[in-house]
């Protein structure tokens, strides 16, 4: 009886030390890839450093300037414009990059024979890096010699002028993303358990009823970590307009993560750029904890 | 003493992965302070187009040439990743290049952040003085009496021609004649233009900043301000915007590269941009029977002719040129670019040492003589003062906000000049 006690003892300080060594690699990329240079971000945003000579610590300096308490307030208007583009942008592509790729998840999941074709039609894009994606769609939005104008014999400025430059980032972002989260639904679509759609339908459910009721409450889990995921990436908005704009016309594409990256990398103000995305961070942390308590707010009860 | 110690860890702990990095190599820390041997020198540039391909062949001669002394390793990369590579390389002997070309518009800011050698005994190595140099290139050199870089070439602006669409003896000299020809030339219903003028930053700044210098503007005054809205900036301007809406020989809204399909398209007849794109278009070898010309930019040649223009340079790294041993390599190699700079001129690039403009060889590629000419007699701008590179860029975004219609000219410039000085005070925190 005492043996096999310690034994047990054994196999379960045997099993934690495994564990935990299976949990090592990622520990150690985690450390070295975010944690180290999370801590050093948050310590660099109260210091100045052009990323060649000494590093010197500022205090709140760089927050002064952003919130522009100090200067003319022209880098902090010029900051929370870009922030501003940022929202609007997260507040029209999230809800679009949620709702487009449900649509075509439900279309695919219902047309059983040509799915498959479908489904890698719409996966396509996703596989694209950013710059090809940008490439093509230019061929396309070019207001004189492009696609889309000469097919549908019309003038749009579409690049040039707003909103058609936001307009036109919408689509290619659209065209892009519906893929990946199209995916995470088909596979929460599979999850739905048929018994409760048979039974729905035998008591005189339609489509639409069945789907509201059944389908889209089955689903809540993958809906919640699509709207996360989405939140997030839409935050961190760049390449698109970037390559495809340059930010233009007159700033008005310009978001935050190319004023970060122009800080940093163009003039070599690297503190600043650290204390940018501290706040661009704090933004994000509470978007997404709001848009989680209101969709998990259902839970509780 | 708080903050002493806190920028000590930091400094730590940022440059700990360069430390490792370089433990991992097991070797000298830099190779090239031993006393004999071949010489390993790191070449960075931004020369990522058909440039850089002769730019190695260059190399590779050189390295052949100079075999078991000097060996040129070349590394490039688009120019803004090498100026981020070099402050964040500065400190790592073994990967930190040696010698860097650079835009001369760069200059000044890589000079602020000290990371550049002062190379003010180079002219007399080579046995060059300014009057071998294209002038504008050789100044462009030297900040506040100190000599940093070395000039390689200067790249201005000339303006190509659809052959198809306009004839030789048709070509404008000043820009009342290019307004009449591209009025005279602009069909709307077979959808062809004089000059598609990209809204877009882009070549737009560099023509509009050409008008400003010839209206007798300057884009900074001499203490650094920015004064491209005056008179002669808003003219430059209204100039440009009229060729849009008021004359209309250039369709609204051409977005960046808008101007190129259109040209390639056979859609207008005039296109601006820099002597690299000769490569692009075949000019060199087919300058006769190519369908595409190119001509100086009207008002940038003649007694009175000017024009802006950019200028590559080379520079030395003041961390990593540390003996006089190397120093000399570096200058070795230098000297060779100059010798065989008629290599450069067929990467498309007007080289800026005079002897090479002057000689058989060169006269006799004729893609490259309108670009000559207005080398000669180009500006580069205030490029000494540390934020020209932005206060330049915001003037690019007030060139497209009047030619997108957006705002008038004077409103433009006004605003474009009122933000940058007010960036220069805020980014002085």
């Known amino acids: 009886m005492k043996a096999s006690m310690s034994e047990k003892h054994r196999t379960k300080a045997l099993d934690e030390v495994s564990s935990f060594l299976f949990v090592v690699p990622y520990l150690v990329f985690f450390i070295a890839f975010a944690l180290i240079p999370l801590v050093l971000c948050l310590t660099l ?49 999230t ?35 950013v710059a090809t994606v940008c490439i093509i769609w230019y061929f396309m939005f070019d207001t004189n010699a492009g696609i889309l104008n000469n097919l549908f014999g019309q003038n749009i400025p579409w690049l040039t002028q707003q909103p058609y430059a936001w307009i036109s980032l919408f689509i290619l972002s659209s065209w892009w993303g519906i893929g990946g989260n199209m995916v995470l639904y088909l596979a929460g679509l599979s999850n739905v358990p048929k018994d409760c759609l ?104 | 003493m708080m903050k002493k110690i806190v920028s000590m860890i930091l400094s730590a702990a940022l440059l700990a992965p360069c430390i490792a990095f370089s433990a991992c190599n097991n070797g000298p820390v830099d190779p090239n302070q031993e006393e004999e041997g071949e010489i390993t020198l790191r070449f960075w540039n931004g020369f990522t187009g058909m440039d850089g391909d ?38 790592n002997l073994n990967t930190a290049p040696h010698i860097v070309a650079m835009s001369n518009q760069r200059l000044a800011g890589v000079v602020d952040q000290e990371l550049l050698l002062p190379i003010d005994d180079l002219p007399d190595y080579l046995g060059v003085s300014e009057s071998d140099y294209i002038a504008a290139a050789w100044n462009a050199g030297v900040i506040d009496g100190t000599r940093y870089s070395f000039p390689l070439d200067v790249h201005p602006t000339a303006m190509f021609y659809n052959k198809d669409l306009i004839s030789e003896e048709e070509l404008p000299e000043t820009w009342e004649e290019f307004v009449e020809v591209c009025v005279a030339k602009t069909d709307l219903d077979a959808g062809v233009y004089g000059f598609a003028v990209p809204s877009m930053y882009s070549i737009t700044k560099d023509i509009f900043a050409s008008i400003l210098l010839q209206n ?31 004359q209309k020989v250039s369709p609204e809204n051409v977005g960046a590269g808008g101007d190129y399909t259109l040209f390639m398209a056979d859609r207008s007849v005039f296109y601006f941009d820099g002597p690299w794109l000769l490569n692009t278009f075949g000019l060199i070898e087919n300058w006769d029977t190519s369908k595409i010309g190119v001509a100086p930019m009207p008002g940038a040649t003649g007694e009175n002719g000017v024009s802006f223009s950019g200028s590559h340079q080379l520079t030395l790294m003041k961390n990593t040129v540390t003996s006089e041993r190397v120093k000399e390599a570096c200058y070795t190699f230098i000297q060779y ?27 006799a590629i004729d893609a490259l003589q309108p670009f000559t000419e207005t080398a000669l007699k180009a500006r580069l701008g205030e490029t000494d003062y540390k934020y020209f590179y932005e206060g330049y860029n915001y003037m690019g975004v007030a060139v497209s906000n009047a030619i997108s ?20 005070i805020d980014n002085e925190y």
Not at chain 1, 64 to 89: C, N, S, V
Not at chain 1, 98 to 109: G, K, N, Q, T
Not at chain 1, 206 to 233: A, E, K
Not at chain 2, 344 to 354: E, F, I, K, R, T
């Open chain 1, 45 to 93: 945003a109260f210091c100045q450093w052009d990323g060649a000579n000494e590093i010197e610590w500022i205090g709140l300096q760089n927050f002064k300037l952003l919130f522009g308490a100090l200067g003319t307030g022209q880098i902090a208007k010029e900051f929370w414009e870009a922030i501003l583009h940022t929202l609007l942008f997260v507040a029209i592509e």
């Open chain 1, 95 to 129: 809800p679009l990059l949620i709702i487009l790729p449900f649509a075509v998840a439900l279309l695919i999941h219902k047309c059983k024979r040509a799915g498959n074709f479908f489904m890698g039609a719409f996966y396509f894009p996703s596989i694209l890096s």
């Open chain 1, 198 to 301: 048979e039974a729905a339908a035998l008591d005189g459910a339609g489509p639409w009823r069945s789907l509201i009721s059944i389908t889209i409450p089955c689903m809540r889990h993958t809906m919640i970590y699509v709207l996360m995921m989405t939140t997030l990436s839409s935050f961190n908005v760049f390449g698109q307009p970037e390559i495809l704009t340059a930010g233009g016309p007159d700033s008005s594409t310009t978001v935050a993560m190319m004023e970060i990256y122009n800080t940093a990398f163009g003039g070599s103000k690297f503190g600043r750029a650290c204390a940018m995305s501290l706040l661009l961070a704090i933004i994000m942390v509470a978007f997404t904890i709001t848009s989680y308590r209101l969709q998990t707010k259902g839970d509780e009860l």
């Open chain 2, 54 to 91: 002769l730019m190695d062949r260059i190399v590779s001669d050189f390295n052949e040439e100079y075999a078991g002394e000097i060996r040129i390793v070349t590394d490039k990369m688009d120019w803004d990743t090498l100026f981020t590579k070099l402050t964040t390389t500065k400190s």
């Open chain 2, 216 to 246: 007798g503007g300057s884009i900074l005054d001499d203490e650094n301000k920015a004064v491209y809205n005056s008179q002669e900036g808003i003219d430059a301007l209204q100039f440009l915007t009229d060729l849009v809406y008021t």
């Open chain 2, 337 to 363: 670019l100059q010798v065989n700079s008629i290599e450069w001129a067929y990467a498309g690039q007007v080289p800026a040492y005079l002897p090479t403009l002057e000689s058989e060889e060169y006269l």
């Open chain 2, 405 to 424: 219609g957006k705002y008038t000219a004077k409103e433009a410039l006004d605003n474009a000049v009122r933000s940058f000085s007010n960036w220069v």
